[in-house]
């Protein structure tokens, strides 16, 4: 029999476009003479669907969708999707995450997802019921098991632990499966593709039978789906991997298809760079931004985000803003302009000396033996409403610059440097935004060399580094990741070699600047915990050993 998996990337609430590009691959299955045309899960409703599912209408537009879906089948064709089903019991919710086996022109079985995850960014209990029958479709002479993302992942362990009782793959191979199919929305993070190699190649060879796996692709909202939908083989032996950050299209023949030689693993950062592109695309593309625009400072993680926005969205659509204080160096001032003209974008130039004075008059401040605080952040305030005035008068989206690192630490203005419609580089951490910008510059010559040399600076005082109110990011980095990430307290961190006051100091920072980041731009997620959805602390707690 031979597969079709389309690997698409689906808009939340799209029904029509999302319809449109589910008929357009079973056209080419068709066309390419497969059997069965697989498609993600969700694909009509689009992943995560978080609170859309409150509204009656929209589940209704889905099921139109599901129905005019299934009308392209035949006898001899059938198709795999996912979409919103009804719950007709009376008892739950009222909804299942559900597969649909589609063939003879109907919906003719429906596989409701039995494994709901609620860990980090999922919160599927919140709208779906669990399944809880099991039955393979006949097609072709073929037993087809159907599971929905989730279901498989019950034989891995998670940091030592397993999360599911249940095995829905033993359940239908019990029921006399010989294939499984799972379609999934399963996010980018770094690491989930081997993760994933080792999930699927583990489930085929427990269970000896040949596991089809198609994912969604593209970026909604803080997630980016990055693909790579495989098909293995009943001895754990992958025979086809797709294709990472864009959409793909395969068919592949269980019985004919010899396993892949060798699998392609791009360096970490590679990967990193590709998610943040493609979310970035997604985000504009989605909300309707054709542009954006950028304050360039003349420091690392600005000249990031900009070289990342022009191969996003092009040269054309982006736009800089230099806006010097007093307190900017000549440095960072020329290093903006050349990065500008490196990346073929305009750059405004808007010096926002007389705000400041106007504020400190305003605001009796004495700024002629020390810079307080609030001097330092009512420049970051000025130049964050300097941005988003430009985005009010050209419906630019204003593209935030600050890294994990200061999220964690609060070392970042509210209103300030915060301003923006999406934090691209919210969750790396500063060292790991010096190996992307290495990265970038490897391919094409575009920061300029006088970046990388001076230490980090926010400029708002004379003199000021990143190092007088922070530890060294070479230090504080892995911390962080210990903290955030990993969930060890600060005995643990400590005994790991680090000393206990930066310890200390450190946790003390990331407890107390929830206010900060519940306040800030969506991010996207590139590591296993990023600040935002899939991380949800109260702002007001206390915890003392």
């Known amino acids: 029999m031979k597969i079709a998996l389309c690997q698409i990337n689906t808009t939340l609430a799209d029904f029509k476009g999302n319809q449109a590009k589910i008929l357009k691959g079973i056209s080419r299955a068709k066309q390419e003479g497969a059997s069965l045309a697989v498609f993600p899960e969700l694909a009509v409703f689009g992943y995560p669907p978080r609170d859309l599912l409150d509204k009656p209408y929209l589940i209704d537009a889905n099921l139109e969708a599901a129905e005019n879906i299934a009308r392209e089948t035949t006898k001899n064709f059938a198709v795999v999707f996912g979409f919103v089903s009804k719950n007709e019991t009376g008892v739950g919710r009222g909804l299942f995450n559900a597969a649909a086996f589609a063939a003879d022109g109907r919906i003719r079985y429906v596989q409701p997802k039995t494994l709901l995850p609620t860990y980090d960014v999922f919160d599927e ?16 002479g073929h037993a087809i098991g159907l599971t929905v993302c989730e279901d498989i992942w019950s034989v891995l362990d998670f940091y030592g632990k397993r999360y599911y009782q249940f095995d829905p793959v033993a359940s239908l191979k019990e029921a006399k499966a010989d294939c499984i199919i799972n379609i999934s929305a399963s996010p980018f993070h770094l690491g989930k593709r081997n993760m994933r190699r080792e999930l699927l190649c583990k489930t085929a060879l427990k269970n000896s039978l040949p596991v089809v796996f198609c994912n969604l692709v593209g970026g909604n909202d803080e997630l980016v789906f990055d693909g790579q939908s495989m098909v293995v083989d009943r001895e754990g032996k992958i025979l086809f991997e797709g294709r990472r950050f864009e959409e793909d299209f395969a068919v592949v023949d269980l019985n004919k298809t010899a396993p892949l030689k060798k699998l392609s693993s791009p360096p970490d950062i590679e990967e990193v760079h590709r998610a943040l592109i493609l979310g970035l695309q997604d985000y504009a593309r989605k909300c309707h931004f054709k542009k954006a625009v950028i304050g360039l400072s003349g420091g690392i993680d600005s000249s990031v985000v900009a070289s990342l926005a022009v191969e996003a969205l092009g040269p054309k659509n982006v736009t800089g803003v230099s806006m010097p204080s007093p307190y900017s160096s000549k440095g960072s001032v020329a290093d903006a302009k050349s990065l500008a003209k490196n990346l073929k974008i305009p750059l405004q130039s808007i010096p926002i000396d007389d705000v400041y004075r106007s504020y400190l008059k305003t605001l009796k401040m004495d700024v002629r033996k020390k810079i307080p605080l ?10 964050g409403n300097i941005l988003m005035a430009i985005s009010n008068q050209t419906g630019a989206l204003v593209l935030s610059t600050g890294n994990k690192s200061e999220m964690a630490c609060g070392y970042c203005t509210l209103y300030g440097d915060l301003t923006g419609g999406l934090a691209l580089l919210s969750d790396l951490p500063k060292t790991q935004v010096y190996e992307l910008a290495h990265f970038i510059n490897r391919k094409r010559k575009q920061i300029p060399e006088a970046v990388f040399n001076k230490p980090p600076s926010a400029e708002l005082r004379p003199n000021q580094k990143d190092e007088d109110s922070l530890p060294s990011y070479a230090v504080l980095d892995p911390i962080l990741k210990y903290y955030v990430e990993e969930h060890l307290d600060t005995k643990a961190i400590i ?10 100091k450190i946790v003390w920072m990331v407890n107390h600047n929830e206010y900060k980041r519940r306040q800030s731009p969506p991010g996207i997620k590139v590591t296993s915990k990023a600040f935002g959805m899939g991380r949800r602390f109260p702002i007001a707690w206390e915890y003392r050993r």
């Open 495 to 504: 005994a790991k070699g680090f000393p206990q006051k930066t310890v200390e």
């Open 125 to 140: 209990a919140r709208h779906f019921d669990m399944g809880a029958i099991h039955l393979p479709q006949p097609f072709q």
């Open 374 to 383: 609030a001097a330092e952040n009512v420049q970051a305030r000025i130049r």
